[in-house]
T-cell receptor
Framework: KAGVTQTPRYLIKTRGQQVTLSCSPISGHRSVSWYQQTPGQGLQFLFEYFSETQRNKGNFPGRFSGRQFSNSRSEMNVSTLELGDSALYLC????????????FGPGTRLLVL | EDQVTQSPEALRLQEGESSSLNCSYTVSGLRGLFWYRQDPGKGPEFLFTLYSAGEEKEKERLKATLTKKESFLHITAPKPEDSATYLCAVQPPAWGSQGNLIFGKGTKLSVKP
């Protein structure tokens, strides 16, 4: 079974630009979560999508948004990039029901200059 | 506020020197506790899920245990390839927390030959 894929793996942007990251979950999984990982804050939850609907959102500004398509692929967008947005962005593909487990992709490393 | 605290932050072991990593949490109505391994520049790799106090899970040299307030990851006779950051995460009660795992900052383990 193929794992979670994330594209691109690396990105360099400048302040003020916007960026879109993509995630393809494990086949059959309908829930996707996004996290931001930085050395200082660790992993912080951004949002979760299930069947194209955002069910949960973390404490991030409105510049961070996402969506999910009918094939469960998900994208997240960050507008008006700031230096502090430099981080590893991780997507997790989630099982549902009893014994929910999150399986992570390799991440997208974003550097904002 | 739900919190997860891992200790120590870093641990250096000699090959074959067994030890334990600690994860303490303050979450009411815990639905699950997860252990992940993360190598530099990669996404977290799922290791174990624990659901109730007294539960234990094993995989090769790793053994995870759970009490009402904390979990331990025991590493028996570690090898250099066990070097990684070990992350603990908890899953709060279902309502309002879909897809959201609360992570600790991790324990960085180094095993020297």
């Amino acid at each position: 079974k193929a794992g979670v894929t994330q594209t691109p793996r690396y990105l360099i942007k400048t302040r003020g630009q916007q960026v879109t990251l993509s995630c393809s979950p494990i086949s059959g999984h309908r829930s996707v979560s996004w996290y931001q990982q930085t050395p200082g804050q660790g992993l912080q939850f951004l949002f979760e999508y299930f069947s194209e609907t955002q069910r949960n959102k973390g404490n991030f500004p409105g510049r961070f948004s996402g969506r999910q398509f009918s094939n469960s692929r998900s994208e997240m967008n960050v507008s008006t990039l700031e230096l502090g947005d430099s981080a590893l962005y991780l997507c997790a593909s989630n099982t549902q029901g009893q014994g929910e487990t999150q399986y992570f992709g390799p991440g997208t490393r974003l550097l904002v200059l | 506020e739900d919190q997860v605290t891992q200790s120590p932050e870093a641990l250096r072991l000699q090959e074959g020197e067994s030890s334990s990593l600690n994860c303490s949490y303050t979450v009411s109505g815990l639905r699950g506790l997860f252990w992940y391994r993360q190598d530099p520049g990669k996404g977290p790799e799922f290791l174990f899920t624990l659901y109730s106090a007294g539960e234990e899970k094993e995989k090769e040299r790793l053994k995870a245990t759970l009490t009402k307030k904390e979990s331990f990851l025991h590493i028996t006779a570690p090898k250099p390839e066990d070097s990684a950051t070990y992350l603990c995460a908890v899953q709060p009660p279902a309502w309002g927390s879909q897809g959201n795992l609360i992570f600790g900052k991790g324990t960085k383990l180094s095993v020297k030959p």
